[in-house]
């Protein structure tokens, strides 16, 4: 009987939890549905649902639709993932399997760049990309991304690596594999769980990004999803509350099947990288 109270006990604190960290969500569907007027009524759901919201939200803004921005983040966080999970990768298994001079140090100063605030790097890389001329493109959102400018991927990376043997390696050097085959035959398939959780991060953080495209972003024809509900409030003094909640409860979506589908190598590659550590 105790130990009976002790699990409903526990899974009663959980659901409390659950309830308290799914309360931003209630909130934004239910904002979502009000019209513009019940804003101001201090009500989590409205009174009438106006699933009209969502029409009025993708044709807000004149002269697109909300597809063309949908499109444009998904092109960046793609490429961007792509980029980061092939370029981790590679500097990942050679701080952990190569031996080269001055690794450790090399090592040290990656990790060190973790320390870096945003907004230190931010003048120097704005001045760099105005210098290339890519001001107003996608570049400076997408090619960093394929030079292992991640240090924290990097990192899990290698501590997944790290934690597969040797002897896999020695094995298929005695069957003639090369280098570069036993990084892509040997470790990287084994390293699963850690790419696709450096992919999960890294389509996270690029589709929430709102610094960096608003920096780089100077055309409304290449504006991504957060940009484009920035213009709710720059359209005019009265704001459409209701179509703007209603795409900004769309643009969870992505970030959210793609969390839930993955969930299981997203625990096991943190599980085994001695990130809970």
Same mark, same amino acid.
Not at 4 to 22: K, P
Not at 70 to 91: D, K, M, P, Q, R
Not at 218 to 242: C, E, H, I, M, Q
């Given at each position: 009987?105790?130990?009976?109270?002790?699990?409903?006990?526990?899974?009663?604190?959980?659901?409390?939890?659950?309830?308290?960290?799914?309360?931003?969500?209630?909130?934004?569907?239910?904002?979502?549905?009000?019209?513009?007027?019940?804003?101001?009524?201090?009500?989590?759901?409205?009174?009438?649902?106006?699933?009209?919201?969502?029409?009025?939200?993708?044709?807000?803004?004149?002269?697109?639709?909300?597809?063309?921005?949908?499109?444009?983040?998904?092109?960046?966080?793609?490429?961007?993932?792509?980029?980061?999970?092939?370029?981790?990768?590679?500097?990942?298994?050679?701080?952990?399997?190569?031996?080269?001079?001055? !690794?450790?140090?090399?090592?040290?100063? *990656?990790? $060190?760049? %973790?320390?870096?605030?945003?907004? &230190? /790097?931010?003048? =120097?890389? @704005?001045?760099?990309?105005?210098?290339?001329?890519?001001?107003?493109?996608?570049?400076?959102?997408?090619?960093?991304?394929?030079?292992?400018?991640?240090?924290?991927?990097?990192?899990?990376?290698?501590?997944?690596?790290?934690?597969?043997?040797?002897?896999?390696?020695?094995?298929?050097?005695?069957?003639?594999?090369?280098?570069?085959?036993?990084?892509?035959?040997?470790?990287?398939?084994?390293?699963?769980?850690?790419?696709?959780?450096?992919?999960?991060?890294?389509?996270?953080?690029?589709?929430?990004?709102?610094?960096?495209?608003?920096?780089?972003?100077?055309?409304?024809? !290449?504006?991504?999803?957060?940009?484009? *509900?920035? $213009?709710? %409030?720059?359209?005019?003094?009265? &704001? /459409?509350?209701? =179509?703007? @909640?209603?795409?900004?409860?769309?643009?969870?979506?992505?970030?959210?099947?793609?969390?839930?589908?993955?969930?299981?190598?997203?625990?096991?590659?943190?599980?085994?990288?001695?990130?809970?550590?």
């Amino acid at each position: 009987m105790k130990t009976n109270m002790n699990q409903l006990g526990r899974y009663a604190a959980l659901l409390m939890g659950s309830l308290f960290m799914a309360y931003p969500i209630v909130i934004l569907f239910g904002n979502a549905l009000k019209p513009n007027e019940e804003f101001t009524s201090g009500k989590l759901l409205p009174s009438e649902i106006r699933w009209e919201n969502f029409v009025d939200g993708w044709y807000a803004i004149p002269g697109f639709t909300f597809g063309t921005f949908f499109y444009n983040s998904f092109f960046i966080s793609v490429l961007s993932v792509i980029g980061t999970v092939a370029s981790s990768a590679i500097v990942a298994f050679g701080f952990a399997r190569l031996k080269f001079p001055l !690794k450790s140090v090399w090592f040290a100063i *990656l990790m $060190l760049t %973790l320390m870096l605030p945003t907004q &230190v /790097t931010l003048v =120097p890389q @704005y001045i760099l990309f105005k210098n290339f001329n890519w001001i107003g493109t996608s570049l400076p959102l997408i090619v960093p991304h394929y030079l292992a400018v991640s240090p924290f991927f990097v990192f899990l990376i290698v501590q997944f690596i790290r934690g597969i043997p040797h002897d896999l390696d020695e094995s298929a050097k005695i069957d003639g594999c090369s280098v570069p085959g036993i990084a892509f035959r040997i470790i990287f398939p084994l390293c699963t769980p850690a790419l696709i959780t450096s992919a999960i991060f890294s389509f996270i953080w690029t589709w929430d990004d709102f610094l960096a495209q608003l920096l780089y972003l100077t055309d409304t024809s !290449k504006y991504t999803v957060p940009l484009a *509900l920035r $213009l709710f %409030l720059d359209n005019s003094s009265a &704001v /459409t509350w209701g =179509p703007m @909640y209603a795409m900004a409860l769309l643009s969870v979506i992505p970030c959210f099947v793609i969390f839930m589908s993955s969930q299981k190598y997203f625990v096991e590659g943190i599980a085994t990288t001695g990130i809970k550590g």
